[in-house]
């Protein structure tokens, strides 16, 4: 006979034992959890979110200065570098184009910053070929950073809602923050980063670092050393080796996820091949001196017997160019990168990866790196376009951005229908930067190659005073003048030399930084007007009315700018909103009647 109270009395027995156990297995995890909610309300945790909002501007959004700090285990940590400053609209406004551009300190500009970079040379490309449009390019590049910042943002940059994303990278794999060779969390496996990431968004894990980082001793940072000087551990990278193999496979991996993300979210992206200095950078890292004064029969000897010196490639390359054979020369300039030892500068392996994945995800493929070639003497990239081992200067920059541009119009749907022939003189004249931009870079790069690898120590710079008035503004800046008051003091020093036209791109360029302030947008709109660019001039105006719609003066100078472009019908418009505030109005009046007339007879 069954005993049901003994089956009844060992289910219930059965019932609690497992109660007990999930309680008591809850309790450290809800201690956890107490604990991750408690710290979340500490200065112990910092998000460092991709983007902002600007105290002095509400509804709209800046790059966060501090982001690189979301990489190290404290903030003192932390390398200097950050995105450059530019405020845009947390919210898009209907028929509004937003390009979000992405990538390391090229894509970011340097020496020049925001102006010299392809995002800024881009966005006054479209400025002047679509006035009417509403199109902004916003830049989130940052120097050091590589495929697994761009990976670790992509969240927030699709929050953003971008009609398109540019990426220019792939130069900092090796050596950049997380880079296999680097000095900064360069020794870890990928998967461990990639785990490190995602526990880096936790209060707790953030606490325990800090916890280890005060009872470790500290990194042997430099920051009186540039940052090439700081961020290089493994100063030996040999081609095909187990690390090289892993940073060509990182940047892979890392960039695949990436694309998967924006994919996924319908956010069209253009890829760009990458660029360095072939010609004119010897290689770093050699693992044999370049000999003494070799001839051509030497050096291919040499080479064929130990093919992996870079310095020899580099001085068989020179002496094939004094030659005029080209084709060979440029074989061996590219062999000289792809076996130097201290990798700046990306390997062809890159370009190949970056040219796979475009088919693999059916990308447009810009190919920055042949269009820069095609600019240079020989086919060979080389001082005329690069300021050292592979920052383009003005020129290279602006090529670049015209690389992209094409798949840009063809991405948002742009047609020169909608907008208006632009002859290249023109755009070469349209670049976003001054004498003083240009003075204050040739001082940066000064600074760059006054330390290591450029040089074995550290040499000192001086920005040495001077009788110019543009290289006094740029030795200001060096010395804590922002840019927004030396950009005033430029705009009237060019007009008390009568260069209008440059002091209209300046008050452009204010007026595009503040894009809150009417006045600015007002000045610029007057003195594109005052040197005849009457669409730029009403581009501006409409961005004041924009702002300041009630402004009489700024609705008079918008209907001056359409009247002489012949669209009287908006000119019309602009004295009639004036009239249906102050009916009274002379100016407006006289205006009114003056169109009215020209209208009815169709002059």
Avoid: C
């Avoid at 200067?393 to 948002?412: K, S």
């Amino acid at each position: 006979m069954t005993d049901y109270s003994s089956v009844t009395t060992g289910k219930v027995l059965s019932r609690r034992k497992v109660l007990f156990y999930t309680i008591a297995l809850s309790i450290p995890l809800l201690l956890l959890l107490l604990s991750e909610l408690l710290l979340r309300q500490t200065s112990l945790y910092q998000r460092y979110p991709l983007v902002v909002p600007v105290p002095a501007m509400p509804g709209y959004l800046q790059a966060n200065p501090s982001l690189i700090k979301r990489y190290f285990a404290t903030p003192e940590q932390a390398l200097k570098v950050s995105p450059d400053t530019q405020y845009f609209r947390a919210e898009k406004i209907p028929g509004q184009h937003r390009i979000v551009f992405i990538g390391g300190s090229s894509a970011a500009g340097f020496p020049y910053g925001r102006w010299g970079a392809p995002a800024a040379m881009l966005q006054q490309r479209l400025k002047r070929l679509y006035p009417e449009q509403t199109i902004e390019v916003v830049n989130l590049a940052m120097a050091a950073i590589n495929s697994y910042t761009l990976l670790d943002i992509s969240n927030e940059v699709i929050a953003l809602q971008p009609d398109l994303v540019l990426i220019y990278a792939g130069h900092n794999e090796f050596l950049g923050v997380m880079g296999v060779g680097s000095a900064f969390s360069g020794q870890y496996s990928h998967g461990s980063k990639l785990l490190y990431l995602k526990l880096r968004q936790l209060a707790i894990f953030q606490a325990l670092q800090r916890l280890i980082s005060a009872f470790s001793s500290p990194p042997g940072r430099q920051p009186d050393r540039t940052l090439m000087a700081q961020i290089a551990r493994h100063t030996e990278i040999r081609q095909g080796s187990a690390q090289f193999t892993a940073g060509i496979k990182q940047f892979k991996a890392n960039m695949s996820l990436l694309l998967a993300k924006f994919q996924a979210a319908e956010i069209p992206v253009v890829l760009s091949t990458i660029a360095s200095n072939e010609a004119d950078q010897p290689p770093f890292v050699s693992a044999k001196p370049a000999l003494v004064n070799p001839d051509q029969d030497q050096l291919q000897r040499a080479l064929a017997d130990q093919p992996a010196v870079a310095s020899w490639h580099y001085q068989l390359a020179s002496l094939y160019r004094q030659s005029g054979d080209n084709r060979q020369a440029l074989a061996h300039y590219q062999l000289a990168r792809e076996h130097d030892l201290l990798r700046f500068r990306a390997p062809l392996a890159i370009n190949v990866t970056i040219t796979a994945l475009s088919s693999d995800y059916k990308l447009p493929l810009v190919d920055g790196e042949a269009l820069l070639r095609r600019q240079s003497p020989d086919g060979i990239i080389g001082k005329q376009l690069m300021l050292e081992h592979l920052h383009p200067n003005q020129l290279g920059y602006f090529w670049l951005a015209e690389a992209f541009l094409p798949a840009v119009q063809q991405q948002l749907g742009l047609t020169m229908e909608q907008g208006s022939a632009v002859a290249t003189e023109q755009a070469l004249a349209d670049i976003p930067l001054t004498e003083v931009d240009l003075a204050l870079a040739d001082f940066k790069v000064r600074q760059l190659k006054s330390d290591y690898p450029f040089v074995a120590a550290p040499q000192q710079v001086s920005f040495t005073a001077s009788n110019n008035p543009y290289h006094e503004l740029a030795r200001a800046r060096s010395n804590g003048l922002s840019w927004l008051e030396a950009s005033q003091r430029l705009v009237t020093l060019y007009q008390q030399q009568g260069r209008i036209s440059d002091a209209a791109k300046v008050a452009g360029l204010l007026a595009d930084a503040l894009p809150t302030e009417s006045q600015l947008a007002f000045v610029a709109g007057q003195l594109y007007f005052d040197s005849k660019q009457l669409p730029l001039a009403a581009h501006y105006q409409r961005q004041a009315v924009a702002i300041a719609p009630d402004n009489t003066d700024y609705r008079l100078m918008l209907a001056r700018s359409y009247y002489y472009q012949q669209q009287l019908h908006r000119a019309l418009e602009q004295v009639e909103h004036i009239l249906a505030r102050q009916p009274d109005h002379p100016v407006a009046l006289r205006q009114h009647r003056q169109l009215q007339q020209q209208l009815a007879t169709g002059e």
